[in-house]
């Protein structure tokens, strides 16, 4: 599987140039062309990296690094600042606030994929124990990937999100509110319908490998993963 890298930057021009350079290199390519698209695209496809312009129209790039940083599905992924701020104290607060690295423009695109590459490389060594497990259910939270009795099967990013916290969070009742709040966070309107559906799907894909949904519905409550 390539690794996801979400470019965001209200300009187009660099944003091609920077897909290009990406793809020559073997990675997949997202594009976004301000904030709210972006959560859009990250809630869609749980990118593995994610390039951040600073300056944008709307919502800046560093508030939008404070959003991702508070949210529990988001804390993790690794952030590189794309930025023609060069002062040290701009720097220091990007950092401070949870970028992981910080590049000026105009910038090579050989510094930039090194950059990547390198952060990837700390990322995958600092996680390379987070493995979730549950009876015969396996959760790879870096590789992406869920193995029932070590074989892996297809699922789609919200429902990952999903299973992961329930693993997270096994024999405990959550209500839709909790859940939502916990998956998609809580700067997000989502109708708590929309747990019920993803929650089906979910379902569908365990049973269809595993005979067994683990997700048991509580009536009055919630859900529960046992």
């Not at 401070?96 to 994929?113: N, Q, V």
Request: aromatic share 6%; hydrophobic share 45%.
């Amino acid at each position: 599987m390539k690794t996801n890298i979400l470019i965001i930057d209200d300009e187009s021009a660099i944003r091609e140039m920077v897909c290009l350079a990406l793809q020559q290199n073997g990675f997949a390519c997202l594009e976004a062309a301000d904030a709210h698209k972006a959560e859009v695209r990250i809630r869609e496809t749980c990118p593995d990296l994610i390039l951040l312009d600073w300056m944008m129209p709307g919502m800046s790039g560093i508030d939008l690094v404070r959003r991702l940083r508070r949210q529990q599905q988001t804390r993790d992924i690794p952030i590189i600042m794309l930025t023609a701020r060069v002062e040290e104290d701009n720097v220091i607060q990007a950092l401070a606030l949870g970028a992981d690295d910080y590049i000026t423009k105009p910038f090579s695109t050989r510094e930039l994929i090194a950059r990547i590459q390198s952060l990837l490389r700390r990322t995958v060594s600092a996680g390379a124990t987070q493995l979730l497990r549950y009876k015969r259910l396996s959760m790879d939270l870096k590789a992406f990937r869920v193995l029932v009795d070590a074989q892996a099967i297809e699922i789609g990013p919200t429902e990952f999100k999903l299973l992961r916290f329930f693993m997270e969070n096994p024999n405990q009742v959550f209500s839709r509110q909790q859940v939502l709040n916990n998956v998609w966070g809580t700067n997000v309107y989502v109708e708590e319908r929309t747990v019920d559906v993803h929650i089906r799907r979910l379902r569908k894909t365990l049973a269809a490998t595993a005979t067994d949904s683990y997700v048991q519905t509580v009536r009055g409550a919630g859900y529960r993963f046992s």
